[in-house]
């Protein structure tokens, strides 16, 4: 992990743990806050994309397979 400030640059102790920064006050925690909602929305949604495609895949043959059985009662 990058021991810097997001906005001021400066360089920050491995064991600073305060929530603002010591020279521009830029809260570290919440800095660029909405741009890391919107990648990680945008990363969960191709999650689930993919898993639908996968559940998909399962989930036809079984369909199919309960079609033939009803059709042969």
């Not at 743990?17 to 521009?24: E, R």
């Amino acid at each position: 992990m990058d021991n810097k400030c997001p906005k001021c640059g400066r360089k920050l102790s491995i064991f600073y743990l305060k929530q603002n920064c010591p020279d521009c006050g830029c809260d570290l925690l919440y800095y660029n806050m909405e741009e890391n909602l919107e990648r990680d929305a945008e990363k969960a949604e191709a999650e689930f994309a993919k898993l639908d495609r996968f559940i998909n895949k399962v989930t036809a043959p079984l369909k199919k397979l309960k079609k033939d059985k009803n059709d042969e009662s």
